[in-house]
């Protein structure tokens, strides 16, 4: 028997029962479902992360929908518990869903949701952030100041990387690694190489305007090359940004070998998912590079960190909050809502899962579809007319 969990329970009349592993930001999320008859459950462990027998004694006998959270183990077993009690949607509160085991919950005709669009500008930001802190030694200064070492300006104090005129290199140019490349490129005058499996045409079009527009200004114009290896990026950027999913094909796609291909003085960001670096294999090379330096929002083993990272002055680490703005959090809320809901009210997947604008204009009813839902093709469920 599983140990009961503690809730909080909004509209305890409601008609569907839709339960959330965790309280989340905003009020919106909460008012969308009880406006729908939804009785909303939230688990208020204290622990952060649940178990599967969390969960399945959250799911319980009756259960229509869950949102739950990256750190959730969703397989098999939770996709099982959750249709036994009568549900047809879950949804993460995030974009990435590697957590989830999307042919289990086809297996069991369950609709998996995530909440692309809301984040992507606030995750581009904290890329784009810890490429800088990386490149001008911020938080090294930083522990310097505070621990009242500055005893006057030296010409050779903290010395880092001029990023103008260099070449940031993004692996993965989706919606995120687009829009670094465009902050990156537009903000500090950087030339671009990417790779990607598929051709990024509005990216290459933006930096073609772009370096056109520095040059009618009499400005060194910048340019953008499309790689046709990952190693291509590896040797030839001085900033190199990691921004694909997690899957079979980008596991450890940065090792000992990859990390040996780049700039000695190369600067390596990570807002993607963790495994996507060998984390042994980056310590090492730390240890032997110190003039190679990082900028971590992600981890292996999440929330662990390998051995020696911590100590590595040339690694600036922050705890998986690339899109923590309050906008954002609070969108992904309503969109992992709306996508439950609208499963549980029949409505059809809305068309461009990108443009979820729509959902988010607090001054009007959201439309009647479900924002973005993976496995919609597999379902075979209908997509929105709006
Ligand atoms: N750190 C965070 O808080 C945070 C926030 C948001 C997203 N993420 C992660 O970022 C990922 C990307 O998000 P997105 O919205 O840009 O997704 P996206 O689907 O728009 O972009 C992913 C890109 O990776 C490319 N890709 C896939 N396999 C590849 C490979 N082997 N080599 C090179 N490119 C490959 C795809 O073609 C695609 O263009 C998410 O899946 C998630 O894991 C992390
Ligand atoms: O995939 C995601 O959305 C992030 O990791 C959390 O925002």
């Given at each position: 028997m599983a140990k009961p969990v503690s809730i909080e329970v909004?509209?305890?009349?409601?008609?569907?029962?839709?339960?959330?592993?965790k309280p989340m930001p905003g009020t919106r999320w909460i008012n969308l479902l009880i406006e729908q008859d939804c009785r909303v459950e939230i688990c208020t462990e204290k622990k952060t992360i649940l178990s599967v027998e969390d969960i399945i004694s959250l799911i319980g006998n009756k259960c229509d929908g869950v949102i739950g959270q990256l750190t959730e183990d969703w397989g098999e077993t939770l996709f099982a518990a959750l249709s036994r009690a009568g549900g047809k949607a879950f949804s993460n509160m995030a974009v990435g869903y590697n957590n989830v085991d999307v042919?289990?919950?086809n297996k069991y005709g369950v609709a998996v949701g995530n909440t692309p669009g809301v984040l992507t500008e606030t995750t581009a930001e904290l890329a784009a952030s810890l490429s800088l802190a990386a490149a001008r030694r911020i938080v090294e200064a930083d522990e310097f100041m505070r621990a009242g070492l500055y005893d006057g300006w030296l010409p050779h104090l903290f010395v880092g990387n001029l990023l103008k005129g260099q070449t940031v290199g993004v692996i993965g140019a989706g919606r995120i690694g687009s829009a670094y490349a465009r902050m990156m490129v537009e903000g500090f005058k950087m030339n671009l190489i990417y790779y990607d499996l598929y051709q990024s045409?509005?990216?290459?079009k933006f930096v073609t305007a772009y370096g056109e527009f520095l040059k009618s200004n009499g400005e060194q114009?910048?340019?953008?090359k499309r790689a046709s290896s990952m190693d291509e990026v590896l040797r030839e950027a001085d900033v190199i940004s990691l921004h694909p999913v997690l899957d079979k094909t980008t596991y450890h796609l940065i090792n000992k070998e990859s990390?040996?291909?780049m700039k000695k003085e190369a600067i390596l960001v990570n807002c993607s998912r963790g495994p996507v670096?060998?984390?042994?294999?980056?310590?090492?090379?730390?240890k032997q590079n110190p003039m190679f330096r990082v900028g971590l929002d992600v981890f292996e083993d999440e929330p662990f960190m390998k051995p020696g990272l911590a100590e590595m002055k040339n690694a600036v680490i922050v705890p998986h909050i690339a899109s923590a703005s309050k906008w954002t959090r609070e969108g992904m809320a309503t969109l992992a809502?709306?996508?439950?809901?609208?499963?549980i009210k029949g409505y059809p997947i809305w068309g461009d899962s990108n443009r979820v604008e729509p959902f988010l204009n607090e001054s009007v009813p959201p439309p009647a579809a479900c924002p973005?839902?993976?496995?919609?093709k597999a379902l075979g469920l209908p997509v929105s007319k709006l």
């Open positions: 909004w509209n305890p009349n409601g008609k569907y029962r839709v339960i959330s592993t042919n289990a919950a045409t509005r990216l290459e114009p910048v340019h953008w990390l040996a291909t670096i060998d984390e042994v294999a980056l310590v090492e090379h730390l809502a709306l996508n439950v809901l609208g499963k973005s839902i993976v496995n919609a």
